[in-house]
């Protein structure tokens, strides 16, 4: 069985341009989330799909981050326009449906992204 | 959410077995103790979760005292390749399933 993936691996960018990270979680989660961890920083929650509804989208830093899961599949992240304070790593997280006493959140290897 | 506190680092020799303490004082009665590995240039990755007494898998075992007011991680005759940063997360189920990452605890492993 295939783990969750993302993409790019590592993304470096300007200030001010755009950028979309993808994340392809386990076939059959429904639930998707998304984290980040900037340097020097914990592991931080963003938001957190339900199918393709976001169902928490409490750790979005700001409106420059717009992040879709349509049909329910795939996710994106678009950072748009990137500052350098978005540098950082960026994970993706699948789990199968709510209900369970505590589902196991599987991770990518996460997106690497630099701003400069 | 309980916050929870664990060492920063750990250091081990190869075939030791290494317990590390997990304090989660304000843990609510519908929190779950979960355990996470983390190596570097990955995600985190599950470990081990429990809710009371004690836990085994092929990996570790989690012992939690009756009032869970922490939580200790074993792993048995660590290898080399159990160098990692190991993370203690206290949170409920159902709805609320974001997770709450702190500091973790970075095992070095030596020979």
């Known amino acids: 069985e295939a783990g969750v993936t993302q993409f790019p691996s590592h993304s470096v960018i300007e200030k001010g341009q755009t950028v979309t990270l993808r994340c392809d979680p386990i076939?059959?989660?429904?639930?998707l989330y998304w984290y980040r961890r900037v340097m020097g920083k914990e592991i931080k929650f963003l938001l957190h799909f339900v199918k393709e509804s976001k169902q928490d989208e409490s750790g979005m830093p700001n409106n420059r981050f717009l992040a879709e899961r349509t049909g329910g599949t795939y996710s994106t992240l678009k950072v748009q326009p990137a500052e350098l304070e978005d540098s950082g790593v960026y994970f993706c997280a699948s789990s199968q449906a709510l209900g369970q006493e505590k589902e196991t959140q599987y991770f990518g290897p996460g997106t690497r992204l630099l701003v400069l | 959410l309980a916050k929870t506190t664990q060492p920063i680092s750990m250091d081990s020799y190869e075939g030791q077995e290494v317990n590390i303490t997990c304090s989660h004082n304000n843990i609510a009665t519908n929190d779950y103790i979960t355990w996470y590995q983390q190596f570097p240039s990955q995600g985190p990755r599950f470990i081990i979760q429990?809710?009371?007494t004690k836990v085994t898998n092929e990996v570790a075992s989690l012992f939690i005292p009756a009032d869970r007011k922490s939580s200790t991680l074993s792993l048995p005759r660590v290898s080399l390749s159990d160098t990692a940063v190991y993370y203690c997360l206290v949170g409920p189920g159902g709805a609320t399933n974001k997770l709450i990452f702190g500091t973790g605890t970075l095992l070095a492993v030596q020979p």
């Open positions: 076939s059959g989660h429904d639930n």
């Open positions: 429990g809710y009371k």
